[in-house]
C-alpha cells in the first residue's frame, strides 16, 4: 500500500522590530517550489491554515504569519494596533524571511494587510488567491457597514465590537452560512477564543475594529492597483459570509477580467467546510501562476 507524501511543517519565530512574530512554515519536496504567503483573518490567526497546508505542503512552500495581537505572536508594550502597523509588521516579515516573490492569499483581514503590501511592493507579487477579503463596496454587508461606522466616541460603540470578541460571536462566524455542520471541526472558535481570552488581547481587537475604516477608504486605490498591475488572480468564495456576501467576489472582475472565479454554498470561514474543493484549485493556479 502507498502512502500520501505528508509535509514536514515547522513552528519559528522571528524578531521584527521588537515584535516576535510567530509563523507556520510547510518544508516542499523541491528547494524551487512556489511560494504562498497566507495571510489569517479576524478572529483567527495561522492556525486557520493548518489543514490546508497539510493539503499542499508536500508541494508548495506555504508560509503563514500571526499579526501582533493574534495568535502565538507577542507584542511589546504600547504596540499601536492599526492596519498600517500590522501591514509594517508583515512587510519587516517578509524580509526577514528574504521571500522577494510570493503568491498571496488575502482572507479577511489579510486583505487590508496584503493589498498595503501590494501597494507598497508590486514586485514581490506574483499572483493573488482572494478567500473573502474584500476590497469593494459593494462586498459590505450591512452588517459590516455598520461595523465599519462605529467609532470611538459613539455611546456603545466599544460594547457592540466586544460583543463580537465573546464565544458566541467568534462560534457565529464559523457557522453562519455553513451547509454542512459535520464537516465543521470546533477547534478553530476554541482556539481564536483562547487567544481572544489572553490579557491586552480585546483592546487590541478593539482598536483595530475602530481603524478598519481607514480600509474602505483605500478601496479605490487597492482597485486602481489591480487594474495597474493586473496579478493572475483566484478567487475563492462563501457566498454566504456575514460580512462580506457574493457582491464582493464579482466585484473583483471589474479590474481583474481574466480572474478566474469559484462561488461555494458556505459561510466566512470557506476552508472548514470546502477544502477538498478549494485545495486542488489553488494548487493549479499555483503551477499556471509561478513562472
Avoid at 512574530?21 to 504562498?36: G, I, K, N, Q, T
Avoid at 466616541?153 to 455553513?178: K, M, N, V
Avoid at 493572475?232 to 457574493?246: M, T
Avoid at 493549479?284 to 509561478?290: H, M, N, P
Amino acid at each position: 500500500m502507498s502512502f500520501p507524501v505528508v509535509p514536514r511543517i515547522v513552528h519559528r519565530r522571528v524578531d521584527v522590530d521588537g515584535v516576535e512574530v510567530f509563523y507556520r512554515e510547510s518544508v516542499p519536496e523541491r528547494a524551487d517550489a512556489p511560494v504562498l504567503l497566507l495571510l489569517h483573518g479576524f478572529p483567527s490567526a495561522s492556525h486557520q491554515f493548518r489543514r490546508l497546508m497539510d493539503a499542499l505542503g508536500s508541494h508548495y512552500r506555504l508560509i503563514a504569519p500571526d499579526y501582533p495581537g493574534f495568535g502565538h505572536t507577542r507584542a511589546p508594550e504600547g504596540f499601536v494596533y492599526s492596519f498600517d502597523r500590522l501591514a509594517d509588521v508583515t512587510e519587516g516579515f517578509v524580509r526577514e524571511l528574504g521571500l522577494s516573490r510570493f503568491v498571496m492569499y488575502v482572507f479577511d483581514f489579510g486583505a487590508p494587510v496584503g493589498f498595503r503590501l501590494a501597494e507598497r511592493h508590486p514586485e514581490w507579487i506574483a499572483g493573488l488567491v482572494v478567500q473573502n477579503g474584500n476590497a469593494y463596496e459593494e462586498g459590505l454587508s450591512q452588517g459590516a457597514r455598520d461595523f465599519v461606522a462605529l467609532r470611538p466616541e459613539a455611546e456603545g460603540a466599544e460594547e457592540a465590537i466586544r460583543g463580537l470578541l465573546t464565544l458566541e460571536g467568534t462560534r457565529g462566524q464559523y457557522e453562519t452560512g455553513l451547509g454542512d455542520p459535520e464537516l465543521l471541526a470546533p477547534d478553530g472558535w476554541t482556539l481564536d477564543q483562547h487567544f481572544l481570552d489572553l490579557p491586552g488581547r480585546k483592546e487590541a481587537q478593539v482598536a483595530l475594529a475602530f481603524d478598519y475604516h481607514s480600509n474602505v477608504e483605500r478601496y479605490p486605490a487597492w482597485q486602481a492597483w489591480l487594474r495597474a498591475h493586473r496579478p493572475a488572480a483566484l478567487i475563492v468564495w462563501g457566498r454566504d459570509d456575514l460580512f462580506f456576501p457574493e457582491p464582493g467576489a464579482r466585484a473583483y472582475l471589474r479590474d481583474l477580467p481574466d480572474a478566474e472565479l469559484h462561488l461555494f454554498d458556505t459561510g466566512h470561514f470557506a476552508l472548514e467546510e470546502k477544502l477538498p474543493e478549494i485545495a486542488p484549485l489553488i494548487a493549479d493556479f499555483l503551477d499556471r501562476s509561478w513562472k
